[in-house]
C-alpha cells in the first residue's frame, strides 16, 4: 500500500524508519489537534489540522489559522473526525500515524475503529513496531518467513480458519482479544478464512 494521505494522531511521534517514511512521502498530511506542532517539529508542513483544537496554544493556532477545523461535538473523537474529513475530500487510502503510546485507552479504541474505517476506505495503521490492517473478507496477506502476527476479532462469533500460521486456527471463535494472537508466520503469505467479521491483523516489523 502506498498511500498518498497520511492521518497523524496525537499519541507518540513515529520514530521508526518505516511510519516516518510514511510521514515523508505523504502528499497529503492531516494532523488531528496536538499532533499538528509535533509535525512541524520534524520540518513537515501539515495540509489541515482538525478536532476540538484544544490542545493547540494561540500562537501555532494563528500562524495555521487558514488550514483549522474546529469540530466541537464529542461523540467521535479527533481522529475519526480525521478520517471523515478526509473521506469528503475523496482521499480514500490512508495510513494513519501516532495513534498509539500514550493512554491506553485511546490506544486500544483508536485500533478498534480500523474496522469502522474500512468500511469507507482503505486504510492502515502503522506504528513504530508493525502494521495494523483490518479485514472485511477473507484474504491472503503478505509475511515473511517467521514474522509475528497477531489477529483479532471484533466480532466473538466470527469463525475464523488459517493456512500458513505457525499455529493453526481452526473454525476458531476468539471469545476474547486474546485468543488469536502471538502467532508466526511460515512463508510469504498467510490466509485467513472467516465469515462475519470484521478482523484486525497484526504484523510485526522485521527485525534487523
Given at each position: 500500500?502506498?498511500?498518498?494521505?497520511?492521518?497523524l494522531?496525537?499519541?507518540?511521534?513515529?520514530?521508526?524508519n518505516?511510519?516516518?517514511?510514511?510521514?515523508?512521502?505523504?502528499?497529503?498530511i492531516?494532523?488531528?489537534?496536538?499532533?499538528?506542532k509535533?509535525l512541524?517539529?520534524?520540518?513537515?508542513?501539515?495540509?489541515?489540522?482538525?478536532?476540538?483544537?484544544d490542545?493547540?496554544d494561540?500562537?501555532f493556532?494563528?500562524?495555521?489559522?487558514?488550514?483549522?477545523?474546529?469540530?466541537?461535538?464529542?461523540?467521535?473523537?479527533?481522529l475519526t473526525?480525521?478520517?471523515?474529513?478526509?473521506?469528503?475530500?475523496?482521499?480514500?487510502?490512508?495510513?494513519?500515524?501516532?495513534a498509539?503510546?500514550?493512554?491506553e485507552d485511546?490506544?486500544?479504541g483508536n485500533?478498534?475503529?480500523?474496522?469502522e474505517?474500512?468500511?469507507e476506505?482503505?486504510?492502515?495503521?502503522v506504528?513504530?513496531?508493525g502494521?495494523?490492517?483490518?479485514?472485511?473478507?477473507?484474504?491472503?496477506?503478505?509475511?515473511f518467513?517467521?514474522?509475528?502476527?497477531?489477529?483479532?476479532?471484533?466480532?466473538?462469533?466470527?469463525?475464523?480458519?488459517?493456512?500458513?500460521l505457525k499455529?493453526?486456527?481452526?473454525n476458531?471463535?476468539?471469545r476474547?482479544?486474546?485468543?488469536?494472537?502471538?502467532?508466526e508466520?511460515?512463508?510469504?503469505?498467510?490466509?485467513?478464512s472467516f465469515?462475519?467479521?470484521?478482523?484486525?491483523?497484526?504484523?510485526?516489523f522485521?527485525?534487523?
Open positions: 500500500m502506498k498511500p498518498k494521505t497520511v492521518i494522531a496525537d499519541g507518540s511521534f513515529p520514530v521508526h518505516v511510519p516516518l517514511g510514511y510521514l515523508r512521502e505523504a502528499r497529503h492531516i494532523c488531528c489537534d496536538g499532533g499538528a509535533n512541524v517539529l520534524a520540518g513537515l508542513e501539515p495540509e489541515a489540522i482538525i478536532g476540538d483544537l490542545s493547540l494561540p500562537e493556532a494563528g500562524k495555521y489559522a487558514d488550514r483549522l477545523f474546529r469540530y466541537s461535538e464529542q461523540e467521535t473523537n479527533d473526525k480525521a478520517v471523515k474529513w478526509c473521506i469528503n475530500k475523496r482521499y480514500k487510502e490512508i495510513v494513519i500515524l501516532g498509539t503510546g500514550k493512554r485511546h490506544t486500544i485500533i478498534s475503529l480500523l474496522a474505517y474500512a468500511m476506505i482503505n486504510v492502515i495503521m506504528t513504530d513496531t502494521i495494523f490492517r483490518p479485514l472485511l473478507k477473507s484474504s491472503i496477506v503478505r509475511s518467513p517467521g514474522q509475528q502476527v497477531s489477529v483479532f476479532s471484533i466480532n466473538p462469533e466470527t469463525e475464523i480458519t488459517s493456512e500458513g499455529y493453526p486456527l481452526k476458531l471463535k476468539p476474547n482479544w486474546w485468543v488469536a494472537t502471538l502467532n508466520a511460515e512463508g510469504e503469505s498467510f490466509e485467513l465469515s462475519g467479521g470484521p478482523l484486525i491483523v497484526y504484523q510485526k522485521r527485525d534487523y
